[in-house]
Nanobody, 121 residues
Framework: QVQLKESGGGLVQAGGSLSLSCAAS????????MGWYRQAPGKQRELVAR???????NYADSVKGRFSISGDSAKNTADLQMNNLKPEDTAVYYC???????????????WGQGTQVTVSS
């Protein structure tokens, strides 16, 4: 079984910073992508930032220049540093990874339980 464990998040004033961490564990053969999504009340879940195997990254336009994602392939982790936070960044943030387990032919998507980020104005 594969699990994603998230940490970080919380309450911060606008302009402040927070960091999120996600660690994957279990019988992992390879990780294709690993990153963060968010869902605000009444809105669809959206990509925030993700790491792609090989080293490239994707960011939502709304967070470019403010958020930075990094990872450690040896530890199967993905960290999101969020700077200059805005009230519109308030959401539940979810870690998501596309992971191929040992003896599996294809990868599966796994989600974390979510962590709340609240930015006050």
């Amino acid at each position: 079984q594969v699990q994603l464990k998230e940490s970080g998040g919380g309450l911060v004033q606008a302009g402040g910073s927070l960091s999120l961490s996600c660690a994957a564990s279990g019988l992992i053969f390879s990780i294709n992508t690993m990153g963060w999504y968010r869902q605000a009340p009444g809105k669809q879940r959206e990509l925030v930032a993700r790491l792609i195997r090989g080293g490239s990254t994707n960011y939502a336009d709304s967070v470019k220049g403010r958020f930075s994602i990094s990872g450690d392939s040896a530890k199967n982790t993905a960290d999101l540093q969020m700077n200059n936070l805005k009230p519109e960044d308030t959401a539940v943030y979810y870690c998501k990874a596309s992971i191929r387990r040992w003896r599996a032919v294809t990868p599966d998507d796994y989600w974390g339980q979510g962590t709340q980020v609240t930015v006050s104005s």
